[in-house]
């Protein structure tokens, strides 16, 4: 996990949720027919607990291994209030099929909008510890699931039979 620099906090500068919470918190979008992974999301935040934007930078990425070079596919702008999204940029894939993805697995899907409205709280909430001092939040607040729990990955599996193998 990556120390949060309180001056990157205040300029407003955006950190990725893994890298607070660790590399068990990735999420993915899996493929309904064969349960493969479609693609590995990075959600981005911004951390200033004085901000009041409602916004996350989502990073699409196909490739496992690019996860941690953060090369992502494609990238948008999603903002949490109005699921209005906006395209940031666009990496061997065509724009349709970036709309395809966001629409179908972002917008439409509550369970997702509303897991990363608890990460955008849960990053806000390590932003105003952070600024108080307390730079090890991230490591007290980390709360594995339930063996029963749905994976925090997003595959839709019990944790238990995914990441909590």
């Given amino acids: ?15 990725s949720y893994i890298d607070v919470f660790g ?10 027919q064969n349960s493969a992974v479609q693609y590995y999301v990075v959600d981005m935040y911004c ?11 989502i990073q ?12 992502a596919d494609f990238t948008v702008l999603f903002s949490l209030r109005t699921k209005k999204y906006e395209i940031k940029e666009i990496a061997g894939v065509s724009e349709q099929e970036v709309n395809d993805v966001v629409m179908k697995e972002v917008r439409k899907d509550n369970e997702m909008v509303n897991m990363l409205k608890q990460r955008y709280k849960k990053m806000k909430e390590v932003g105003r510890y952070v600024l108080q001092g307390e ?14 729990d749905a994976c925090t990955c997003g595959s839709g599996k019990k ?7």
């Fill in 1 to 15: 996990m990556r120390i949060v620099n309180p001056a990157d906090i205040l300029r407003g500068e955006t950190c």
């Fill in 23 to 32: 590399d068990s918190q990735i999420l993915a979008i899996a493929d309904n």
């Fill in 60 to 71: 699409f990425i196909k490739n496992e291994e690019r996860v941690n070079y953060v090369r």
């Fill in 47 to 57: 951390m200033n607990p004085a901000c009041k934007c409602d916004d996350v930078f």
């Fill in 159 to 165: 944790y238990k039979k995914c990441c909590g193998a």
């Fill in 135 to 148: 730079n090890n939040m991230a490591d007290r607040e980390e709360d594995k699931p339930n063996r029963n």
